[in-house]
């Protein structure tokens, strides 16, 4: 099992930024990459970060391109998501999500609201 924790969501006014982490605990070991997903009331959860273990590789949803930047420090098991010129379309509860061991795990969600 992978427990998944993240940190540093809340309330920001457009044009500001946040800094989100995601810390997992358990059988690490073989986690193959990391990545942060959101859902908007009524909406369908979505991508928007991905990094594999060896931090070689990011992807990023287009709606965060430019803006967000995910990083990983796997000696640690933690994951980051550097937030920047938030708009309020980017309020959400976001996710993050790890794959290892052949599973993917979720952890319980942050909060990130942007007022306008």
């Known amino acids: 099992q992978v427990q998944l924790v993240e940190s540093g969501g809340g309330l920001v006014q457009a044009g500001g930024s946040l800094r989100l982490s995601c810390a997992a605990s358990g059988r690490t070991f073989s986690t193959y990459a990391m990545g942060w997903f959101r859902q ?5 959860r ?6 594999n273990r060896s931090g070689d590789n990011t ?4 709606s ?10 796997f000696a640690k098991n933690t994951v980051y998501l550097q937030m920047n010129a938030l ?7 976001y996710y993050c999500r790890s794959i290892a061991n052949g599973l993917v795990y979720w952890g319980q ?3 990130v609201t942007v007022s306008s």
């Open 59 to 62: 992807y990023y949803g287009d």
């Open 46 to 51: 979505e991508f928007v970060a991905g990094i």
């Open 87 to 93: 708009k309020p379309e980017d309020t959400a509860v």
């Open 40 to 44: 908007a009331p009524g909406k369908e």
């Open 109 to 111: 969600g942050t909060q």
């Open 64 to 73: 965060v391109k430019g803006r967000f930047t995910i990083s990983g420090d």
